[in-house]
T-cell receptor, first 114, second 117 residues
Framework: AQSVAQPEDQVNVAEGNPLTVKCTYS??????LFWYVQYPNRGLQFLLK??????LVKGSYGFEAEFNKSQTSFHLKKPSALVSDSALYFC????????????FGKGTRLSVIA | DAGVIQSPRHEVTEMGQEVTLRCKPI?????LFWYRQTMMRGLELLIY????????DSGMPEDRFSAKMPNASFSTLKIQPSEPRDSAVYFC???????????????FGDGTRLSIL
């Protein structure tokens, strides 16, 4: 069975500071990992994915995520947070070769304070 | 390139009424997913289709809920009769083909906010 854990319901960070949103996963084989962002009154928007290769993946809006197989983690990062980054962030996983829906975490609400 | 289109964006109706939510997936996508989002339970997968065929409807909460996909460009989620506890935001998502379908992201519509009075 696949699962995702986002241990923090809420993350607060000051504008200009680096941000990290944590995600750990569990799959039976090798994972494909995804991050999504949801702004108010909008659907989830795809940010980035890890398939294979370089463990550091770069995505939209200056976000990046680091895949760590030994720690089964895929934390989302940004070097300098913007107020406009305030939103709900979801991590998701699927087994490689699986033709099933993504399994989503519960989401982490990021608040960037000016 | 048009994304996933859902209608209506907002629906307010009285309990007992039939509600129909509509979704147009991205052209060429062959998988479609219906989700429900609430504060209490977060994002829940209700049902998904591959090539217009329902694959897993185990997330549909009750027999009052039904979903159809008559063709590759249209799907409906119906609630009959509706109840106040069905109030939520309902999302549709689609996923495209590719050499490796498992690494394709799901693309979401902006949802239908449903309020049952």
């Amino acid at each position: 069975a696949q699962s995702v854990a986002q241990p923090e319901d809420q993350v607060n960070v000051a504008e200009g500071n680096p941000l990290t949103v944590k995600c750990t996963y569990s799959v039976s084989g090798n994972p494909y990992l995804f991050w999504y962002v949801q702004y108010p009154n909008r659907g989830l928007q795809f940010l980035l994915k890890y398939i294979t290769g370089d463990n550091l993946v770069k995505g939209s809006y200056g976000f990046e995520a680091e895949f760590n197989k030994s720690q089964t983690s895929f934390h989302l990062k940004k070097p300098s947070a913007l107020v406009s980054d305030s939103a709900l962030y979801f991590c998701a996983v699927r087994d490689i070769g699986g033709n099933t829906p993504l399994v989503f975490g519960k989401g982490t609400r990021l608040s960037v304070i000016a | 390139d048009a994304g996933v289109i859902q209608s209506p964006r907002h629906e307010v109706t009285e309990m007992g009424q039939e509600v129909t939510l509509r979704c147009k997936p991205i052209s060429g996508h062959n998988s479609l997913f219906w989700y429900r989002q609430t504060m209490m339970r977060g994002l829940e997968l209700l049902i998904y289709f591959n090539n217009n065929v329902p694959i897993d409807d185990s997330g549909m909460p009750e027999d009052r809920f039904s979903a159809k996909m008559p063709n590759a460009s249209f799907s409906t989620l119906k609630i009959q009769p509706s109840e106040p506890r069905d109030s939520a935001v309902y999302f549709c998502a689609s996923r495209g083909r590719g050499r490796d379908i498992s690494n394709q992201p799901q693309h979401f519509g902006d949802g239908t906010r449903l309020s049952i009075l």
